[in-house]
């Protein structure tokens, strides 16, 4: 079970199957299953926006931020986060941002 909820998302017939688990408490009815953990891939990042804490503030808020891969080298293609996703809401395919000369830029997000 537990290798099954950490490998997560899982898809069946090209759909995908959300899992969730609980204590055995809870009523059928009472029960939502509408977030599913995801690895975002943040691509188009400037090296001095490739820090942990910035990483973070971009995806935050998207969901819950399970793991922040390392980045040792910093010179990856992109940077990549598994974030807990609410599967009922559309996805952010991109975001732009001004670096400190006034500059704009777009990063953009791939799941």
């Not at 069946?12 to 977030?35: A, S, V």
Request: proline share 4%; net charge negative; aromatic share 12%.
């Amino acid at each position: 079970m537990n290798k099954v909820l950490e490998v997560r998302p899982w898809c069946f017939d090209d759909m995908l199957l959300l899992l969730k688990e609980e204590d055995g408490n809870e009523y059928l009815d009472q029960l939502t299953i509408n977030h599913s953990p995801f690895w975002v891939r943040i691509k188009n990042l400037p090296f001095n926006y490739r820090y942990d804490e910035i990483v973070q503030a971009l995806i935050g808020n998207m969901g819950e931020i399970m793991e922040v891969e390392d980045d040792v080298l910093g010179i990856g293609r992109y940077r990549r986060v598994k974030v807990l996703l609410d599967v009922t809401e559309p996805l952010r395919r991109y975001q732009k941002l001004k670096d400190k000369k006034g500059w704009e830029f777009q990063v953009d997000f791939y799941i």
